[in-house]
C-alpha cells in the first residue's frame, strides 16, 4: 500500500498528516506515468543542462523518485512540503539536497524540464503557466499529468494559450500526459492576484490564485461575518484564513485584539497580509501572518479566540480529518474562557465534535445551510 515500484528502486511513502483511511496513498497514476515516462539519461542530461522543476507534488513522490537529479520542487502547500521532507527521510536520501520553495518565489531562469502535476484549478494553472512562461526557452521539456477526468479542452487550452502547441498521451491507468513545446505566445498580463469587493464595506479583497473564495466571498464565511464577536481582547486567531476576510472584518470589531493569520497555504497567508495592507493599513502592527499547519507550534492556553471556517479538502480528497485536527488543536490552544467560533454546513454536525471534545456548544445563529457555533474552552 505505501510501495511505490518504479523501474530500478522502490519508494516507501506516506501522506501528511496521515491518514486511517487504506484507500488513500501517497501517490496516484499520474505520478507513476511521469516517472515512467522519463528515462535516467534523459534526466541526466536534463539535470546537465539547467535546472528540473516539479510543480504540485502532492507529498514528495516525484521529488524522490527524482533525487539523483536534485530537482526543485515548487508548490502551494506546506503540508505537501512537510510530506515531502518525511518522505524523502524515510526514504534515506539525506545525502541529497532537497529544494522546496512556494510558487509565489521566483523561479530559476532557464529551467531544462518542466514536470507538473496538474492543479486543482484552472486559475493555479494559469497562474503557474504564466509564471513559467517568464522563465523556459524553447528548449525547455515541459510534460504535464493528471488523472484523464482533471483534464479539460479548457486545461489543453491554457497550455496552448500560454506555452506553445500541446498534444496528449494515451491514457494509462485513467491517467494522461501533457506534452508542451515551448513557442513565441502573445504576451498574456497574468491577472493574479484578483479583487472582488466585499459587500457593504470599503474593502476591496486580494486573492492569489490558489486561494478558497478567490471569485467571491464564500457564503459561509458571509453568514459568519455577519455574527463575528465584537469587543473581544487578546489574542484572536483566523484559522484556515484564505484570503483573510474574516480576520480584515475581526479587526475593525475588536479594536483592542492582535490577531493571527494562518494557513497551511502560501498563497492564502500572502492574500491575508496583502488585504490588511491594502484596506487597514493602520491595523497592520497588530497583526501577524503565518503559514502553518492547524495550530502546530502555537502555544498551548495562549489564544482568546479562534474564528474558523473549517476546510473539508485536503488537496483533492475530501475528508474532514483536518477540521478535526483544527478542533483537538483548539482545545489545546485556547484559554480557559477562550472561545472557537466555527461556521458549518449544517450536515457536517460540527458540534456532535465540538461537544464531544470541549463538552459543550452553543449555536449562535443558523439559517437553511449553516450554523455558527460557539464553544467555550472550561
Ligand atoms: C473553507 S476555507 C476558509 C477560508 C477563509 N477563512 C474563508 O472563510 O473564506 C479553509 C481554509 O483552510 C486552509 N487549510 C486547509 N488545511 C489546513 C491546515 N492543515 N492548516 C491550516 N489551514 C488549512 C485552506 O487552505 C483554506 O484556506
Excluded at 497551511?264 to 492574500?271: G, P
Excluded at 493602520?282 to 474558523?308: E, K, P, T, W, Y
Aim: charged letters at 20%; one cysteine or more; glycine letters at 4%.
Amino acid at each position: 500500500m505505501n510501495l511505490l515500484n518504479l523501474d530500478t528502486s522502490e519508494l516507501t511513502l506516506h501522506r501528511y498528516p496521515s491518514t486511517n483511511d487504506p484507500n488513500l496513498q501517497a501517490w496516484d497514476a499520474a505520478d507513476e506515468y511521469l516517472l515512467s515516462e522519463l528515462t535516467a539519461e534523459q534526466l541526466q542530461t536534463a539535470a546537465a543542462q539547467g535546472a528540473i522543476l516539479i510543480l504540485n507534488d502532492s507529498f514528495g513522490a516525484l521529488a524522490c523518485g527524482l533525487a539523483n537529479y536534485q530537482p526543485i520542487s515548487i508548490c502551494d502547500s506546506l503540508l505537501s512540503q512537510e510530506a515531502t521532507r518525511r518522505n524523502w527521510q524515510t526514504n534515506e536520501l539525506e545525502n541529497h539536497p532537497l529544494h522546496l520553495q512556494d510558487m509565489l518565489a521566483p523561479l530559476p531562469a532557464a529551467p531544462s524540464l518542466v514536470i507538473i502535476k496538474v492543479p486543482k484549478t484552472l486559475a493555479m494553472l494559469e497562474y503557474q503557466l504564466l509564471r513559467l512562461r517568464d522563465v523556459v526557452t524553447p528548449d525547455t521539456r515541459i510534460i504535464a499529468a493528471g488523472k484523464v477526468k482533471e483534464i479539460h479542452n479548457s486545461t489543453l487550452a491554457l497550455f496552448e494559450q500560454i506555452l506553445g502547441t500541446t498534444k496528449t498521451s494515451l491514457a494509462r491507468k485513467k491517467a494522461r500526459l501533457i506534452y508542451t513545446q515551448v513557442e513565441d505566445r502573445p504576451a498574456i498580463v497574468n491577472p493574479y492576484p484578483t479583487i472582488w469587493p466585499l459587500d457593504n464595506t470599503d474593502y476591496q479583497i486580494a486573492n492569489h490564485a490558489n486561494v478558497f473564495a478567490r471569485a467571491s466571498l464564500d457564503i459561509g464565511a458571509r453568514f459568519l461575518l455577519e455574527n463575528l464577536p465584537r469587543q473581544k481582547r487578546g489574542v484572536m486567531v483566523d484559522l484556515g484564513c484564505g484570503n483573510g476576510v474574516l480576520g480584515l472584518m475581526a479587526l475593525e470589531y475588536n479594536p483592542e485584539a492582535e490577531l493571527l493569520f494562518l494557513d497551511e497555504s502560501y498563497m492564502a497567508v500572502a492574500s491575508s497580509q496583502l488585504n490588511v495592507e491594502q484596506n487597514r493599513p493602520q491595523d497592520l502592527a497588530r497583526c501577524r501572518f503565518q503559514v502553518g499547519h492547524s495550530l502546530n507550534g502555537i502555544d498551548s492556553n495562549s489564544i482568546d479566540v479562534i474564528l474558523c471556517n473549517p476546510p473539508f479538502h485536503q488537496l483533492q480528497t475530501i475528508t474532514d480529518d483536518i477540521a478535526w485536527q483544527m478542533f483537538r488543536d483548539a482545545k489545546r490552544c485556547l484559554k480557559r474562557g477562550g472561545e472557537l467560533w466555527i461556521v458549518g454546513n449544517r450536515h457536517l454536525d460540527y458540534h456532535i465534535k465540538l461537544k464531544r471534545l470541549f463538552g459543550g456548544t452553543e449555536c449562535i445563529a443558523s439559517n437553511s445551510k449553516f450554523v455558527i457555533l460557539r464553544t467555550i474552552n472550561r
